[in-house]
Antibody, heavy 119, light 108 residues
Framework: QVHLVESGGDVVQPGRSLRLSCSAS????????MHWVRQAPGKGLEWVAV????????YYADSVTGRFTVSRDNSENTLYLQMNSLRGEDTAVYYC????????????WGQGTPVTVSS | SYVLAQPPSVSVAPGQTARITCGGN??????VHWYQQKPGQAPLMVVY???DRPSGIPERFSGSKSGNMATLTISRVDAGDEADYFC???????????FGSGTEVTVL
């Protein structure tokens, strides 16, 4: 049974940092690319970042480039998102999700962890 | 940046067919995926690679693509299909994943 469990969401002040984690189980983590996708309150889905199955490739949305860093530990089946210089517009639920390949799409999502950036 | 355009809302009577469009420049060259999201829940994939269904998704959900438009079709709609629906592609030219703006489906 596939599980993705995000953690680390919190209320933080603008300019501060936060690290999210995503613990994976029930599948071969090292075979999947992993994404972070966020959803601001009442808004649609916004892709944030992706890391390839082996950690060799990473891409970011323009809105987070230079501030956010995705990483993974395949030995611990865990995905991370380091978020620096947080802004109010980063307030959202952050979902971790897996993708076998571009043609297979993002086929499983975690339940998300909320991040609120406010003074 | 690459944009996928969806209608904000679609209303349909029970038992009828809902069609949700997703328009994007040169979308014909990309694999299009569709997700259903109910309030308070994580998204759920309902169609991948234009017109394939994940295991467990009813045959009532189908996808198609023509020209610069992809379409998600939900046949014999029931109240359980009320949700937001998002299309998504991997835009290879920009190395970005892109979601459509989302369509709220209301069952009358």
């Amino acid at each position: 049974q596939v599980h993705l469990v995000e953690s680390g969401g919190d209320v933080v002040q603008p300019g501060r940092s936060l690290r999210l984690s995503c613990s994976a189980s029930g599948f071969i983590f090292s075979s999947y690319a992993m994404h972070w996708v966020r959803q601001a309150p009442g808004k649609g889905l916004e892709w944030v970042a992706v890391m390839s199955y082996d950690g060799s490739v990473e891409y970011y949305a323009d809105s987070v480039t230079g501030r956010f860093t995705v990483s993974r530990d395949n030995s611990e089946n865990t995905l991370y998102l380091q978020m620096n210089s947080l802004r109010g517009e980063d307030t959202a639920v952050y979902y971790c999700a897996r993708e076998l390949s571009v043609s297979h799409g993002i086929d499983f999502w975690g339940q998300g962890t909320p991040v609120t950036v406010s003074s | 940046s690459y944009v996928l355009a969806q209608p904000p809302s679609v209303s349909v009577a029970p038992g009828q067919t809902a069609r949700i469009t997703c328009g994007g420049n040169n979308i014909g060259s990309e694999s299009v995926h569709w997700y259903q999201q109910k309030p308070g829940q994580a998204p759920l994939m309902v169609v991948y690679d234009d017109n394939d269904r994940p295991s467990g998704i009813p045959e009532r959900f189908s996808g198609s693509k023509s020209g610069n438009m992809a379409t998600l079709t939900i046949s014999r709609v029931d109240a359980g299909d009320e949700a937001d629906y998002f299309c998504q592609v991997w835009h290879s030219r920009s190395n970005h994943y892109v979601f459509g703006s989302g369509t709220e489906v209301t069952v009358l």
